[in-house]
T-cell receptor, first 111, second 114 residues
Framework: RKEVEQDPGPFNVPEGATVAFNCTYS??????FFWYRQDCRKEPKLLMS???SGNEDGRFTAQLNRASQYISLLIRDSKLSDSATYLCVVTVNTGFQKLVFGTGTRLLVSP | DTEVTQTPKHLVMGMTNKKSLKCEQH?????MYWYKQKAKKPPELMFVYSYEKLSINESVPSRFSPECPNSSLLNLHLHALQPEDSALYLCASSQVGGGDQPQHFGDGTRLSIL
């Protein structure tokens, strides 16, 4: 079983749609959780951290369910500029961070 | 603009060449990382430095040699690479011990081995 699993997509949605991505992780010792976004041929960029209480940043909402080892990202009112690959990332901290990446979910937002 | 700076942006080298990739950050982070990313794959961890000491080597071949001259700089020395080593090499940094502190990535060096 992969440490972090994501649906690779692509998710094709029209502008203005709401889209949700899911991610599961296998290591119950994982301590921190993030969503990164990566544009084609660019570096990963932090989109948001994910907290147990859930957190929202504008059109983006992240949820964490530690009992189910499940993370989600909801994007409302999709924009063309949201087209990218979304990477689910978990860490195991042993004095330093070791990031474990999911394979990413590709989102294509069309006019 | 990224706060982690990598040079060069692109590098083409032969299998017998020796070259180095450089990474610099001025965020006061004490953990720095090298990743390798192939097309359509997620980044794969290669090395972790914590307080300028090598903490993790993910069984990387010895033709890749990391170096951390000081807390702001991280190098990756390359020698006798193979065509399959062609990839995007990403540097990242984070606060040490900050479990909820994310890693910040540079924009990478795109390496091609002829």
């Amino acid at each position: 079983r992969k440490e972090v699993e994501q649906d690779p997509g692509p998710f094709n949605v029209p502008e203005g749609a709401t889209v949700a991505f899911n991610c599961t992780y296998s290591n119950s010792a994982s301590q921190s959780f993030f969503w990164y976004r990566q544009d084609c041929r660019k570096e990963p960029k932090l989109l948001m951290s994910v907290y147990s209480s859930g957190n929202e940043d504008g059109r983006f909402t992240a949820q964490l369910n530690r009992a189910s080892q499940y993370i989600s990202l909801l994007i409302r009112d999709s924009k063309l500029s949201d087209s990218a690959t979304y990477l689910c990332v978990v860490t195991v901290n042993t004095g330093f961070q070791k990031l474990v990446f999911g394979t990413g979910t590709r989102l294509l937002v069309s006019p | 603009d990224t706060e982690v700076t990598q040079t060069p942006k692109h590098l083409v080298m032969g299998m017998t060449n020796k070259k180095s990739l450089k990474c610099e950050q001025h965020m006061g982070h004490r953990a720095m990382y090298w990743y390798k990313q192939k097309a359509k794959k997620p980044p794969e961890l290669m090395f972790v430095y914590s307080y300028e000491k090598l903490s993790i080597n993910e069984s990387v071949p010895s033709r890749f040699s990391p170096e951390c001259p000081n807390s702001s700089l991280l190098n990756l020395h390359l020698h006798a690479l193979q065509p399959e080593d062609s990839a995007l090499y990403l540097c990242a940094s984070s606060q040490v011990g900050g479990g909820d502190q994310p890693q910040h990535f540079g924009d990478g060096t795109r390496l091609s081995i002829l």
